[in-house]
């Protein structure tokens, strides 16, 4: 049987419902790490199965940087009110505009690249690759590489948490989808810079 104190302590760290903790202790044979990470796979379950449903509600977050020279605006929606209002979604808003401040990013998702702007990048990567010497398929492997890391650098969802680079953005918001239980979508951005 679970421990009430191991419960109350995944239940900070995860904000999962108690059942879910008592059942992941059980299949962990009270294990707190094993539980925790049997918690992370059934919320990564559970994030997918809340992005099909309409985030109609939300903010708009705000950042400015206190040398008063980059700011961020950000759109991020949720399935209702209540959440948009909670203190778990406006820290999301705010980390997500830190983010944007930090790294620079161009567009929310790597499907919103223009195809012009990767064929571009590209030209550059196949003029600078052309006199490298290297077999046609290893310079396909390098180029491919590039664009994905570019691909990355520019889209939001893709880019290394700054705050933790063992997650991405996109882990992110689905951590805080299984622990709010709802959709949370990034519609759009802007920052600024003087």
């Not at 900070?12 to 918690?39: C, D, F, V």
């Not at 590209?122 to 390098?142: A, F, H, W």
Request: aromatic fraction near 6%; proline fraction near 4%.
């Amino acid at each position: 049987m679970a421990n009430i104190e191991d419960i109350k302590k995944l239940r900070e760290e995860t904000g999962a419902s108690p059942n879910e903790i008592k059942k992941a202790l059980e299949q962990s044979q009270g294990h707190l790490e094993k539980a925790k990470e049997i918690l992370r796979m059934w919320g990564k379950n559970l994030a997918g199965k809340k992005t099909d449903r309409e985030a109609m509600q939300g903010i708009i977050e705000t950042y400015i940087h206190p040398n008063s020279k980059t700011g961020v605006l950000l759109d991020i929606r949720c399935e209702t009110d209540f959440v948009a209002k909670s203190p778990d979604f406006k820290k999301l808003a705010h980390e997500i505009c830190l983010q944007i401040a930090a790294m620079k990013p161009l567009f929310v998702k790597d499907t919103e690249i223009p195809s012009e702007v990767i064929e571009g990048e590209t030209r550059i990567y196949n003029e600078q690759l052309k006199d490298s010497g290297k077999p046609e398929n290893i310079v396909n492997q390098v180029l491919e590489g590039k664009i994905k890391k570019y691909k990355e650098s520019i889209s939001l969802m893709d880019q290394p948490w700054v705050k933790d680079d063992s997650k991405t953005i996109k882990n992110l918001v689905e951590e805080s989808i299984s622990k709010i239980g709802e959709n949370i979508e990034i519609r759009r951005f802007a920052r600024f810079e003087i």
